[in-house]
Nanobody
Framework: VQLQASGGGLVQAGGSLRLSCAAS????????MGWYRQAPGKERERLAE???????DLVDSVKGRFSISRDNDKNTVYLQMDSLKPEDTAVYYC????????????????WGQGTQVTVSS
């Protein structure tokens, strides 16, 4: 099982980016999926999370600018980022709790490899 994130890049302040993260492998079920970010010299911070049923939760610092969604058929989570600011510059990581088809697996957290988002002023 692995998570593959994509969609990062360089954008000017006020611009938008859409990140994607697809889970693949021997998957039985994907419960919650989410996004985190880590800026240079800072700790990784949680941004958003969405349940399999589509209930989303975002931290206050990105509410109104970011939105999270998912496609359960594709085991993919998205992060739409609008009105980007230079302080949004960070490596963005996706996270998911996945139960594999391996016998006896009760599930665990998986992390994507990270995708760089740079917002220029």
């Amino acid at each position: 099982v692995q998570l593959q994130a994509s969609g990062g890049g360089l954008v000017q302040a006020g611009g938008s980016l859409r990140l994607s993260c697809a889970a693949s492998g021997n998957i039985f079920s994907v419960t919650y999926m989410g996004w985190y970010r880590q800026a240079p010299g800072k700790e990784r911070e949680r941004l958003a999370e969405i349940t399999r049923g589509g209930v989303a939760d975002l931290v206050d610092s990105v509410k109104g600018r970011f939105s999270i969604s998912r496609d359960n058929d594709k085991n993919t989570v998205y992060l739409q980022m609008d009105s980007l600011k230079p302080e949004d510059t960070a490596v963005y990581y996706c996270n998911a709790f996945i139960i594999s088809t391996n016998q006896g697996d009760f599930g665990k957290d998986y992390w994507g490899q990270g995708t760089q988002v740079t917002v220029s002023s």
